[in-house]
């Protein structure tokens, strides 16, 4: 010290430099720790910065789950089960365009109609997937030739139109031989897979509210004629394959 | 006005022991604020805080998975309802056209064949018993065309048959709707 004071001048700012000496080793530590802060614990801010950012997005999705949830409970269990029954007779319950032909053979019955041909063609359903549904669905088509008095025709389309699974009429033309329609109709009905979604964590309370869209059309197809096929309807018709005991089949 | 009469070597010692005293107090303070703010800093780091918002979110989870089936029953309902919102609003009512035609012409004409070539556009066929029925036929083409009806944009015959053993007209046209 005695050697440093030697370099140094006597004053310093009108003091003693040995004065200002004794602030030297306060302000070296003061620098160090500085330093120490600056390398190691500005770092640490960065970090805790992040950490935040985490907890509140931890605390956030707490929130909107709660909001779920409390959404969810105030859901009438019955009344979502009746919109469900609803909704799912709106669609197609298996991708079989012989299920379809057996609905519009019932729609038909109604109005004394009958089909006399039909053809679907192996392949011809199509997985759509359009952006604006956003998801993946089946369309069942089918060709068909039905018969009956022409008095009713009209009362049988508009049945076909307000009937339940909902079906399209894609291709139409009739022809009157005297007091027969005769008219043929490529119908298409609906078929939706099972909703699936890992995360369900997911979905917005947007996702999970009825929209005013989808009220209109459950309040649409409610007026709608359900004309359901049951399984044993459609296995109906289907014999089963019997092999013949015959040696020779000419004798 | 104080005098002090310090010989100046005691004088320069208090002034030292002064500067001593303060840089001790500085360096207190400061060593105090440095411990804290570095234990502040530890204490934030460790993420005891996150940890219980975590445990928060895992039970509010749980308890929303627990309605699971609430969920994917209102996810089947949405989906459903959007895709036959959209088969509904764009599919073409056959039944509402049929309507339609049936009103523009009397019951004295028959239709004979109904084709829909395009969405509102259809090929007709009516027959017309009479010379009457057949005047009214064209009255009705050429009041349409005026517009008399508000979903028809216009009627274009393409063809009159007359068919001398049925006395009958076969008229086709070309229905345009609005």
């Known amino acids: ?251 | 006005m104080s005098l002090n009469l310090l010989p100046s070597q005691a004088k320069f010692q208090v002034e030292i022991i002064k500067a001593k005293s303060l840089s001790r107090k500085v360096l207190t303070i400061f060593l105090i604020i440095w411990v804290i703010l570095v234990s502040v800093i530890l204490v934030l780091k460790r993420d005891w805080w996150l940890k219980k918002e975590k445990i928060k979110y895992e039970v509010a989870l749980s308890g929303y998975l627990q309605l699971s089936s609430e969920i994917i029953t209102s996810q089947s309902i949405k989906f459903r309802a959007k895709l036959l919102g959209k088969v509904l609003r764009e599919r073409f009512e056959y039944a509402q056209a049929f309507n339609m035609v049936e009103n523009i012409f009397d019951s004295k004409i028959e239709i004979r064949d109904f084709e829909l070539k395009e969405k509102k556009y259809f090929v007709m066929s009516v027959i017309a018993s009479s010379d009457d029925a057949m005047k009214q036929v064209e009255t009705r083409v050429a009041e349409v065309n005026m517009g008399t009806e508000p979903e028809v944009k216009n009627i274009v015959v393409k063809s009159a048959v007359y068919t001398k053993n049925t006395a009958q007209w076969l008229v086709t046209m070309e229905v345009y709707l609005k």
């Open chain 1, 1 to 251: 010290m005695n050697k440093l004071k030697s370099y140094l001048p006597d004053k310093l700012f009108g003091k003693d430099v040995a004065v200002w000496l004794v602030w030297s080793m306060p302000v070296g530590v003061m620098i160090i720790l500085m330093l120490i802060f600056a390398r190691w614990v500005v770092p640490q801010i960065i970090d805790i910065k992040g950490l935040f950012n985490q907890i509140d997005k931890v605390v956030n999705e707490t929130k909107v789950l709660n909001e779920k949830r409390v959404y969810l409970l105030s859901l009438d269990r019955a009344e979502l089960e009746s919109k469900l029954t609803l909704i799912e007779n709106g669609v197609l319950s298996e991708e079989n365009s012989y299920l379809l032909v057996k609905i519009i053979s019932k729609i038909g019955a109604d109005f004394e109609y009958q089909v006399s041909d039909f053809s679907v063609t192996l392949g011809d359903i199509k997985d759509v997937a359009k952006k604006s549904t956003k998801f993946e669905y089946q369309t069942v088509p089918v060709d068909v030739v039905i018969v009956g008095p022409k008095a009713n025709f009209l009362a049988m389309i508009n049945a076909v139109e307000k009937s339940l699974p909902v079906l399209s009429i894609d291709n139409y033309s009739m022809t009157i031989t005297g007091d027969l329609a005769t008219i043929k109709m490529s119908i298409s009905a609906y078929y939706l897979p099972e909703w699936t979604q890992n995360k369900l964590e997911a979905l917005s309370l947007t996702d999970l509210t009825s929209n005013n869209d989808e009220l209109t059309v459950l309040s649409k197809i409610d007026t709608y004629k359900y004309y359901g096929v049951t399984e044993g309807e459609i296995k109906q018709g289907v014999q089963k394959f019997v092999p013949s005991d015959r040696v020779d089949p000419f004798y």
